[in-house]
T-cell receptor, first 116, second 114 residues
Framework: AQKVTQAQTEISVVEKEDVTLDCVYETRDTTYYLFWYKQPPSGELVFLIRRNSFDEQNEISGRYSWNFQKSTSSFNFTITASQVVDSAVYFCALSEAPRGYSTLTFGKGTMLLVSP | GAGVSQSPSNKVTEKGKDVELRCDPISGHTALYWYRQRLGQGLEFLIYFQGNSAPDKSGLPSDRFSAERTGESVSTLTIQRTQQEDSAVYLC????????????FGDGTRLSIL
């Protein structure tokens, strides 16, 4: 069975600090997808990134970067120079491909609080 | 609008009553998912629809829960004889067909059972 673990329940940083959110996953499939979603206080889940299991290239988008390492089954998310608007709950999720659709298994989320 | 639309945004009801939640997916998205998010928790998968195929109901927690979808349009999630443990935010998502497609979520319905 697939599983996603986000060991950090809550992280507090001061604005402009860098912060890394950890995600470790378990799956028996060789083909799978990993996602990060952001859930601000307003409640709506916002899609941030998708990675497939064959692409281990790290990705950077502005202040956001993602480090995917199959050897350690991790897909960590780093925010550089954090801002107050980054305060949210961040979810890592996994979907397995064989069924041809993408039921997501979510971690329990990491609440990030960025103080001015 | 262009996003997933859910109604009502909030629902308060007495234990034992039936409730119906509605989801209107993004136009052109053939896949539709329902999830439940309990306070402080991650999302739990409930049910998946894809076009006219049989739905994947493997996440429904009991036979009090059911959902319907007509074609590729609106879906309704029904909870019968509600219990206090049903209190949660119910989220709907839609995506294009196929593995790995990003799911786009609505704002959810916050259900409170008194």
């Amino acid at each position: 069975a697939q599983k996603v673990t986000q060991a950090q329940t809550e992280i507090s940083v001061v604005e402009k600090e860098d912060v890394t959110l950890d995600c470790v996953y378990e799956t028996r499939d060789t083909t799978y997808y990993l996602f990060w979603y952001k859930q601000p206080p307003s409640g709506e889940l916002v899609f941030l990134i998708r990675r497939n299991s064959f692409d281990e290239q790290n990705e950077i988008s502005g202040r956001y970067s993602w480090n995917f390492q199959k050897s350690t089954s991790s897909f960590n998310f780093t925010i550089t120079a954090s801002q107050v608007v980054d305060s949210a709950v961040y979810f890592c999720a996994l979907s397995e491909a064989p069924r041809g659709y993408s039921t997501l298994t979510f971690g329990k989320g990491t609440m990030l609080l960025v103080s001015p | 609008g262009a996003g997933v639309s859910q109604s009502p945004s909030n629902k308060v009801t007495e234990k034992g009553k039936d409730v119906e939640l509605r989801c209107d997916p993004i136009s052109g998205h053939t896949a539709l998912y329902w999830y439940r998010q309990r306070l402080g928790q991650g999302l739990e998968f409930l049910i998946y629809f894809q076009g006219n195929s049989a739905p994947d109901k493997s996440g429904l927690p009991s036979d009090r829960f059911s959902a319907e979808r007509t074609g590729e349009s609106v879906s309704t999630l029904t909870i019968q004889r509600t219990q206090q443990e049903d209190s949660a935010v119910y989220l709907c998502a839609s995506s294009q067909r196929g593995s790995g497609q990003p799911q786009h979520f609505g704002d959810g319905t916050r259900l409170s059972i008194l």
